[in-house]
């Protein structure tokens, strides 16, 4: 179990995000924290051909923020907090702590 976990530049590329966020999680310690950077659904990828050129091309999953958000509390993290840097979003959460625990 380890008290934190990074991601950078990569998140967007996994086939399957919330497996990899699944599995960020479960290697977490209770209370650890995620912090990632990634690309996100602003500047130029507010475009739609660029995300479907990202997609198709290069097999990128490009978040919008609130998608974001609801997609790392499904899979276990709370606390999530960001800035956004163009097209760059820098993130952290915290690991949700078990059911009937303080």
Known sequence: MFDGVTCCGALH???????????????LKEGGKLAVM????RRFFRFRRIREHAREKHG???FDVEE????LSKTGFKDFTYDVYGSMILFRAV?????GIA
């Open 38 to 41: 990634m690309f996100v659904n």
């Open 13 to 27: 590329l996994f086939p399957d995000t919330k497996k990899a966020l699944a599995e960020m999680n479960r290697v």
């Open 95 to 99: 690991k949700k702590l078990a059911r």
């Open 68 to 71: 974001l958000s609801s997609t």
């Open 60 to 62: 990128a999953h490009v």
